[in-house]
Protein backbone atom coordinates (compact mmCIF):
# COMPACT_ATOMS: atom_id res chain seq x y z
CA UNK A 1 0.00 0.00 0.00
CA UNK A 2 2.46 2.46 1.40
CA UNK A 3 4.51 1.78 -1.98
CA UNK A 4 1.48 2.61 -3.96
CA UNK A 5 1.12 5.99 -2.36
CA UNK A 6 4.63 6.81 -2.52
CA UNK A 7 5.36 6.07 -6.13
CA UNK A 8 2.01 8.87 -6.69
CA UNK A 9 3.52 11.21 -3.90
CA UNK A 10 6.36 11.28 -6.24
CA UNK A 11 4.27 12.13 -9.30
CA UNK A 12 2.55 14.39 -7.96
CA UNK A 13 4.37 16.66 -5.55
CA UNK A 14 8.17 15.92 -6.85
CA UNK A 15 10.66 12.93 -5.48
CA UNK A 16 13.11 15.96 -3.33
CA UNK A 17 13.10 16.47 0.53
CA UNK A 18 12.51 14.74 3.65
CA UNK A 19 9.57 12.46 2.75
CA UNK A 20 7.50 10.54 5.01
CA UNK A 21 5.33 7.85 5.64
CA UNK A 22 2.73 7.37 8.10
CA UNK A 23 -0.69 5.21 8.94
CA UNK A 24 -3.42 5.10 11.00
CA UNK A 25 -5.74 2.85 11.69
CA UNK A 26 -9.42 2.42 11.71
CA UNK A 27 -11.35 0.32 14.82
CA UNK A 28 -13.57 -2.09 15.75
CA UNK A 29 -15.70 -1.78 18.94
CA UNK A 30 -15.67 -5.31 20.78
CA UNK A 31 -18.45 -3.87 22.92
CA UNK A 32 -19.47 -0.82 24.97
CA UNK A 33 -21.83 1.12 21.84
CA UNK A 34 -23.25 4.55 22.74
CA UNK A 35 -21.37 5.01 25.83
CA UNK A 36 -18.64 6.92 25.07
CA UNK A 37 -20.87 10.19 24.81
CA UNK A 38 -22.79 9.10 28.28
CA UNK A 39 -19.92 8.90 30.31
CA UNK A 40 -19.21 5.36 30.25
CA UNK A 41 -16.98 2.29 28.70
CA UNK A 42 -16.12 1.28 25.87
CA UNK A 43 -14.01 -1.90 24.47
CA UNK A 44 -12.30 -1.30 20.64
CA UNK A 45 -9.26 -2.15 19.35
CA UNK A 46 -7.30 -0.58 16.20
CA UNK A 47 -7.10 -2.41 13.54
CA UNK A 48 -3.94 -3.50 10.98
CA UNK A 49 -6.79 -1.72 7.97
CA UNK A 50 -6.63 1.82 7.88
CA UNK A 51 -5.20 5.15 6.02
CA UNK A 52 -1.62 5.34 4.60
CA UNK A 53 0.02 9.17 3.95
CA UNK A 54 3.09 10.41 2.68
CA UNK A 55 3.90 13.80 3.25
CA UNK A 56 6.40 16.28 3.00
CA UNK A 57 6.38 19.92 4.91
CA UNK A 58 6.10 22.86 2.77
CA UNK A 59 7.41 26.32 3.54
CA UNK A 60 4.82 27.88 2.96
CA UNK A 61 1.06 27.79 4.64
CA UNK A 62 -0.49 25.66 1.91
CA UNK A 63 -2.02 22.30 2.34
CA UNK A 64 -2.28 19.95 -0.40
CA UNK A 65 -3.67 16.70 -0.53
CA UNK A 66 -4.00 13.91 -2.96
CA UNK A 67 -6.50 11.05 -1.95
CA UNK A 68 -5.73 7.95 -4.44
CA UNK A 69 -9.05 6.68 -3.02
CA UNK A 70 -10.57 8.82 -5.09
CA UNK A 71 -8.50 10.10 -7.79
CA UNK A 72 -11.25 12.20 -9.55
CA UNK A 73 -11.47 14.68 -6.93
CA UNK A 74 -7.77 15.73 -7.85
CA UNK A 75 -5.71 17.77 -5.59
CA UNK A 76 -6.87 19.57 -2.92
CA UNK A 77 -5.62 22.66 -1.85
CA UNK A 78 -6.28 25.19 0.93
CA UNK A 79 -4.20 27.28 3.25
CA UNK A 80 -4.41 27.27 6.83
CA UNK A 81 -5.47 30.62 7.54
CA UNK A 82 -8.91 29.78 5.09
CA UNK A 83 -9.86 26.42 7.03
CA UNK A 84 -14.17 26.57 7.84
CA UNK A 85 -15.95 24.49 9.53
CA UNK A 86 -18.68 22.80 7.20
CA UNK A 87 -21.22 20.20 6.58
CA UNK A 88 -19.27 18.54 3.67
CA UNK A 89 -18.23 15.29 5.10
CA UNK A 90 -15.29 15.15 2.75
CA UNK A 91 -12.47 13.09 3.12
CA UNK A 92 -10.43 16.65 3.36
CA UNK A 93 -12.92 18.20 6.11
CA UNK A 94 -12.08 15.37 8.35
CA UNK A 95 -8.77 16.10 8.41
CA UNK A 96 -9.05 19.84 7.69
CA UNK A 97 -10.86 20.02 11.19
CA UNK A 98 -8.05 18.64 12.79
CA UNK A 99 -5.41 21.26 12.13
CA UNK A 100 -8.34 23.85 12.23
CA UNK A 101 -8.54 22.39 16.28
CA UNK A 102 -5.20 22.57 16.98
CA UNK A 103 -4.73 25.94 15.37
CA UNK A 104 -7.98 26.69 17.47
CA UNK A 105 -6.52 25.56 20.58
CA UNK A 106 -3.18 28.06 20.13
CA UNK A 107 -1.20 25.08 18.69
CA UNK A 108 1.75 26.69 16.46
CA UNK A 109 2.14 25.00 13.17
CA UNK A 110 4.50 27.07 11.46
CA UNK A 111 3.74 25.64 7.72
CA UNK A 112 1.99 23.24 5.35
CA UNK A 113 2.59 19.95 3.63
CA UNK A 114 1.88 17.90 0.27
CA UNK A 115 0.52 14.81 1.30
CA UNK A 116 -1.01 11.62 -1.02
CA UNK A 117 -3.16 9.21 0.62
CA UNK A 118 -4.61 5.26 0.11
CA UNK A 119 -6.72 3.71 2.35
CA UNK A 120 -7.25 -0.63 3.03
CA UNK A 121 -10.32 0.53 4.82
CA UNK A 122 -14.04 0.46 3.61
CA UNK A 123 -15.64 3.70 4.14
CA UNK A 124 -19.12 4.38 5.74
CA UNK A 125 -19.10 0.95 6.96
CA UNK A 126 -18.83 1.55 10.70
CA UNK A 127 -14.51 0.70 11.03
CA UNK A 128 -14.44 4.23 11.87
CA UNK A 129 -12.86 5.21 8.21
CA UNK A 130 -13.20 9.09 9.09
CA UNK A 131 -11.23 8.69 12.71
CA UNK A 132 -8.68 7.00 10.50
CA UNK A 133 -8.11 9.78 8.48
CA UNK A 134 -8.18 12.35 11.40
CA UNK A 135 -5.47 10.64 13.08
CA UNK A 136 -3.71 10.22 10.05
CA UNK A 137 -3.87 13.57 9.73
CA UNK A 138 -2.88 14.19 13.62
CA UNK A 139 -0.07 12.01 13.26
CA UNK A 140 1.30 13.70 9.91
CA UNK A 141 1.37 17.44 11.38
CA UNK A 142 2.55 16.10 14.96
CA UNK A 143 5.74 14.69 13.48
CA UNK A 144 6.32 16.66 10.59
CA UNK A 145 6.82 20.24 13.32
CA UNK A 146 7.86 18.32 16.10
CA UNK A 147 4.40 19.54 17.62
CA UNK A 148 4.44 19.52 21.76
CA UNK A 149 1.44 17.30 21.78
CA UNK A 150 0.69 13.67 22.93
CA UNK A 151 -1.67 11.14 20.99
CA UNK A 152 -4.59 11.50 23.42
CA UNK A 153 -4.22 15.04 22.17
CA UNK A 154 -4.09 14.16 18.84
CA UNK A 155 -7.52 12.25 19.82
CA UNK A 156 -9.05 14.84 21.56
CA UNK A 157 -8.60 17.40 18.37
CA UNK A 158 -10.22 14.39 15.70
CA UNK A 159 -13.06 14.57 18.35
CA UNK A 160 -13.10 18.52 17.96
CA UNK A 161 -12.65 17.73 13.71
CA UNK A 162 -16.09 15.50 14.37
CA UNK A 163 -17.75 17.88 16.16
CA UNK A 164 -16.95 21.45 15.63
CA UNK A 165 -16.16 21.41 11.91
CA UNK A 166 -17.87 18.41 10.67
CA UNK A 167 -21.72 18.20 12.41
CA UNK A 168 -21.38 15.05 14.06
CA UNK A 169 -21.21 14.82 17.43
CA UNK A 170 -19.73 11.73 18.56
CA UNK A 171 -18.00 10.85 21.43
CA UNK A 172 -13.83 10.07 21.56
CA UNK A 173 -14.16 6.44 21.56
CA UNK A 174 -13.07 6.05 17.61
CA UNK A 175 -10.20 8.58 17.87
CA UNK A 176 -8.74 7.03 20.40
CA UNK A 177 -8.65 4.02 19.28
CA UNK A 178 -6.99 4.84 16.15
CA UNK A 179 -4.26 7.06 18.26
CA UNK A 180 -3.65 4.77 20.75
CA UNK A 181 -4.43 1.19 19.08
CA UNK A 182 -1.66 -1.92 20.67
CA UNK A 183 -0.78 -4.45 18.75
CA UNK A 184 -3.54 -8.01 20.04
CA UNK A 185 -4.39 -5.58 22.58
CA UNK A 186 -8.33 -3.70 23.03
CA UNK A 187 -8.53 -0.96 24.71
CA UNK A 188 -10.66 -0.55 27.72
CA UNK A 189 -11.73 2.95 28.33
CA UNK A 190 -13.52 4.79 30.47
CA UNK A 191 -14.67 7.83 28.40
CA UNK A 192 -15.64 10.05 31.90
CA UNK A 193 -12.07 10.89 32.54
CA UNK A 194 -9.77 8.92 29.63
CA UNK A 195 -8.37 6.85 31.83
CA UNK A 196 -8.17 3.62 30.19
CA UNK A 197 -5.98 0.07 30.47
CA UNK A 198 -4.76 -2.29 27.72
CA UNK A 199 -6.21 -5.68 28.16
CA UNK A 200 -4.49 -8.71 26.11
CA UNK A 201 -6.54 -10.16 23.63
CA UNK A 202 -5.42 -14.09 24.42
CA UNK A 203 -7.04 -15.13 21.53
CA UNK A 204 -5.37 -18.25 20.16
CA UNK A 205 -8.44 -20.83 19.54
CA UNK A 206 -10.98 -18.00 17.39
CA UNK A 207 -10.97 -15.49 15.68
CA UNK A 208 -12.32 -11.92 15.73
CA UNK A 209 -14.57 -11.56 12.24
CA UNK A 210 -16.07 -8.27 10.75
CA UNK A 211 -18.85 -9.21 8.91
CA UNK A 212 -19.65 -6.00 6.43
CA UNK A 213 -23.34 -5.78 5.57
CA UNK A 214 -22.38 -3.06 2.86
CA UNK A 215 -25.54 -0.89 4.32
CA UNK A 216 -24.18 2.28 4.40
CA UNK A 217 -23.71 4.27 7.50
CA UNK A 218 -22.98 7.62 7.14
CA UNK A 219 -23.19 8.53 4.12
CA UNK A 220 -26.19 10.01 4.05
CA UNK A 221 -27.74 13.14 5.77
CA UNK A 222 -29.81 10.86 7.75
CA UNK A 223 -27.67 8.66 9.62
CA UNK A 224 -25.85 11.68 10.69
CA UNK A 225 -29.02 12.72 11.80
CA UNK A 226 -30.07 9.85 13.55
CA UNK A 227 -26.96 9.64 15.57
CA UNK A 228 -26.95 12.96 16.65
CA UNK A 229 -30.87 12.54 17.37
CA UNK A 230 -29.65 9.29 19.63
CA UNK A 231 -27.31 11.58 21.71
CA UNK A 232 -29.89 13.97 22.16
CA UNK A 233 -32.46 11.52 23.50
CA UNK A 234 -29.60 10.73 25.66
CA UNK A 235 -28.99 13.83 27.35
CA UNK A 236 -32.94 14.61 27.96
CA UNK A 237 -32.87 11.27 29.77
CA UNK A 238 -30.21 12.81 31.66
CA UNK A 239 -32.04 15.67 32.14
CA UNK A 240 -35.07 14.30 33.80
CA UNK A 241 -32.99 12.23 36.29
CA UNK A 242 -30.73 14.92 37.00
CA UNK A 243 -34.03 16.62 38.63
CA UNK A 244 -33.68 13.59 41.29
CA UNK A 245 -30.38 12.84 41.48
CA UNK A 246 -26.72 14.16 41.23
CA UNK A 247 -25.24 12.96 38.57
CA UNK A 248 -23.18 14.34 35.68
CA UNK A 249 -23.64 11.36 33.42
CA UNK A 250 -26.00 7.62 32.59
CA UNK A 251 -22.47 6.51 33.15
CA UNK A 252 -22.56 6.63 36.70
CA UNK A 253 -25.69 4.47 37.13
CA UNK A 254 -25.76 0.89 37.56
CA UNK A 255 -28.55 -1.63 36.64
CA UNK A 256 -30.65 -1.23 39.92
CA UNK A 257 -30.46 2.38 40.43
CA UNK A 258 -31.55 3.17 36.98
CA UNK A 259 -34.86 0.46 37.51
CA UNK A 260 -34.95 2.61 40.45
CA UNK A 261 -35.43 6.16 39.06
CA UNK A 262 -36.42 5.57 35.34
CA UNK A 263 -39.81 6.17 35.94
CA UNK A 264 -38.84 9.70 36.29
CA UNK A 265 -37.42 9.63 32.98
CA UNK A 266 -41.03 11.02 30.72
CA UNK A 267 -40.77 10.19 27.51
CA UNK A 268 -40.79 6.54 26.60
CA UNK A 269 -38.37 6.57 23.77
CA UNK A 270 -35.72 8.46 25.91
CA UNK A 271 -36.01 6.03 28.61
CA UNK A 272 -35.08 2.80 26.55
CA UNK A 273 -32.07 5.04 24.98
CA UNK A 274 -30.97 5.86 28.73
CA UNK A 275 -31.57 2.54 29.33
CA UNK A 276 -29.30 1.15 26.90
CA UNK A 277 -27.03 3.00 27.71
CA UNK A 278 -26.77 2.57 31.42
CA UNK A 279 -26.89 -1.52 30.84
CA UNK A 280 -24.58 -1.33 28.08
CA UNK A 281 -22.04 0.26 30.01
CA UNK A 282 -22.52 -2.36 33.14
CA UNK A 283 -22.25 -4.66 30.20
CA UNK A 284 -18.78 -3.61 28.87
CA UNK A 285 -17.81 -3.56 32.63
CA UNK A 286 -18.06 -7.12 32.85
CA UNK A 287 -17.53 -8.16 29.32
CA UNK A 288 -13.95 -6.92 30.03
CA UNK A 289 -13.78 -8.92 33.66
CA UNK A 290 -15.11 -11.99 32.14
CA UNK A 291 -12.18 -11.46 29.44
CA UNK A 292 -9.54 -10.88 31.50
CA UNK A 293 -10.02 -14.11 33.29
CA UNK A 294 -10.70 -16.17 30.70
CA UNK A 295 -14.41 -16.97 30.53
CA UNK A 296 -14.70 -15.94 26.46
CA UNK A 297 -18.41 -18.05 26.74
CA UNK A 298 -19.73 -15.15 28.67
CA UNK A 299 -17.82 -12.23 27.11
CA UNK A 300 -19.82 -14.13 23.88
CA UNK A 301 -23.12 -13.74 25.54
CA UNK A 302 -23.08 -10.23 26.37
CA UNK A 303 -22.13 -9.33 22.84
CA UNK A 304 -25.35 -10.88 21.71
CA UNK A 305 -27.25 -9.13 24.39
CA UNK A 306 -25.47 -5.92 23.53
CA UNK A 307 -26.85 -6.42 19.80
CA UNK A 308 -30.31 -6.88 21.20
CA UNK A 309 -30.11 -3.62 23.58
CA UNK A 310 -28.54 -2.14 20.44
CA UNK A 311 -31.57 -3.23 18.41
CA UNK A 312 -34.40 -2.87 20.64
CA UNK A 313 -33.77 -0.40 22.90
CA UNK A 314 -31.02 2.01 21.49
CA UNK A 315 -32.95 1.80 17.80
CA UNK A 316 -29.77 1.84 15.97
CA UNK A 317 -29.43 -1.10 14.02
CA UNK A 318 -31.20 -2.13 10.92
CA UNK A 319 -32.81 -5.00 9.00
CA UNK A 320 -29.61 -6.35 7.44
CA UNK A 321 -27.51 -6.17 10.06
CA UNK A 322 -30.20 -7.48 12.95
CA UNK A 323 -30.14 -10.60 9.92
CA UNK A 324 -26.55 -11.11 10.16
CA UNK A 325 -26.18 -11.29 13.86
CA UNK A 326 -29.44 -13.37 14.07
CA UNK A 327 -27.72 -15.90 11.90
CA UNK A 328 -24.82 -15.84 12.91
CA UNK A 329 -26.21 -16.86 16.64
CA UNK A 330 -27.22 -20.08 14.58
CA UNK A 331 -23.99 -20.91 13.20
CA UNK A 332 -21.44 -23.33 15.18
CA UNK A 333 -18.32 -22.43 16.30
CA UNK A 334 -19.97 -18.54 17.03
CA UNK A 335 -19.07 -17.42 20.78
CA UNK A 336 -21.03 -14.29 20.02
CA UNK A 337 -21.74 -11.70 17.78
CA UNK A 338 -22.81 -8.21 17.47
CA UNK A 339 -23.42 -4.71 15.33
CA UNK A 340 -20.05 -2.58 15.95
CA UNK A 341 -19.64 0.48 15.86
CA UNK A 342 -22.04 3.61 15.42
CA UNK A 343 -25.09 1.64 13.53
CA UNK A 344 -27.65 2.13 10.97
CA UNK A 345 -25.91 0.21 8.87
CA UNK A 346 -22.04 -1.12 8.82
CA UNK A 347 -20.64 -4.23 10.21
CA UNK A 348 -21.25 -7.07 13.06
CA UNK A 349 -18.32 -8.33 15.05
CA UNK A 350 -18.07 -11.72 16.15
CA UNK A 351 -16.34 -14.14 17.83
CA UNK A 352 -15.56 -17.81 16.03
CA UNK A 353 -13.57 -20.98 16.92
CA UNK A 354 -10.71 -21.21 14.46
CA UNK A 355 -12.16 -24.39 12.95
CA UNK A 356 -15.30 -22.68 12.64
CA UNK A 357 -14.27 -19.60 10.36
CA UNK A 358 -14.36 -20.46 6.55
CA UNK A 359 -17.97 -22.20 7.67
CA UNK A 360 -19.10 -19.11 9.38
CA UNK A 361 -18.04 -16.83 6.23
CA UNK A 362 -19.44 -18.98 3.74
CA UNK A 363 -22.87 -19.85 5.42
CA UNK A 364 -23.44 -16.65 6.54
CA UNK A 365 -22.30 -15.18 3.24
CA UNK A 366 -25.34 -17.32 1.59
CA UNK A 367 -27.71 -16.97 4.02
CA UNK A 368 -27.52 -12.80 4.14
CA UNK A 369 -27.20 -12.73 0.38
CA UNK A 370 -30.83 -15.13 -0.03
CA UNK A 371 -32.56 -12.60 2.32
CA UNK A 372 -30.76 -9.64 1.55
CA UNK A 373 -29.60 -9.99 -2.36
CA UNK A 374 -26.82 -8.28 -0.68
CA UNK A 375 -23.18 -9.59 -0.60
CA UNK A 376 -21.48 -9.29 2.30
CA UNK A 377 -17.43 -8.57 2.96
CA UNK A 378 -15.77 -10.50 5.33
CA UNK A 379 -12.50 -9.13 7.60
CA UNK A 380 -10.36 -11.34 10.04
CA UNK A 381 -9.68 -8.34 12.47
CA UNK A 382 -5.99 -8.19 13.54
CA UNK A 383 -5.44 -5.76 16.56
CA UNK A 384 -2.89 -3.56 15.51
CA UNK A 385 -1.00 -0.51 16.70
CA UNK A 386 -2.17 2.99 17.31
CA UNK A 387 -1.56 5.96 14.37
CA UNK A 388 2.58 6.47 13.92
CA UNK A 389 5.35 7.33 11.52
CA UNK A 390 5.95 4.22 9.47
CA UNK A 391 10.14 3.69 9.03
C1 LIG B 1 -19.54 6.26 16.31
C2 LIG B 1 -18.97 7.44 17.09
C3 LIG B 1 -18.38 6.98 18.43
C4 LIG B 1 -19.38 6.12 19.20
C5 LIG B 1 -19.96 5.03 18.30
C6 LIG B 1 -21.05 4.26 18.99
O1 LIG B 1 -18.52 5.39 15.91
O2 LIG B 1 -17.97 8.08 16.34
O3 LIG B 1 -17.99 8.10 19.18
O4 LIG B 1 -20.38 6.89 19.77
O5 LIG B 1 -20.48 5.56 17.11
O6 LIG B 1 -20.55 3.54 20.03
Same mark, same amino acid.
Given at each position: MIEKALECFKEKFGDEGDIRCYFAPGRVNLIGEHTDYNGGHVFPCALSMGNYGVARKRDDRILRWFNMTWPDEGVQEISLDDLKPNDNGMWYDYQQGVIWAMLKAGIDIPGGYDMVMIADLPAGSGLSASASIEELAAVIVKDLYDLPISMIDCAKFGQVSENEYNGSNSGIMDQFASAMGKKDHAIFL *??? *? #?SYEYVPLNLTNEKIVITNS !?? !??? #???NSYNSYNQRRKESEEALADLQRIMDINSLGELDEEEFDKQCEYIKSDVCRKRAKHAVYENQRTIKAVKALQSGDLEAFGKLMNEAHISMSEDYGASCEEVDILAEEAWKLPGVIGSRITGGGFGGCTVSIVKNEYVDNFTSTLGSVYKERTGIDAEFYIADAGDGARRLK
Open positions: *DTA *D #L !KV !KHN #LTE
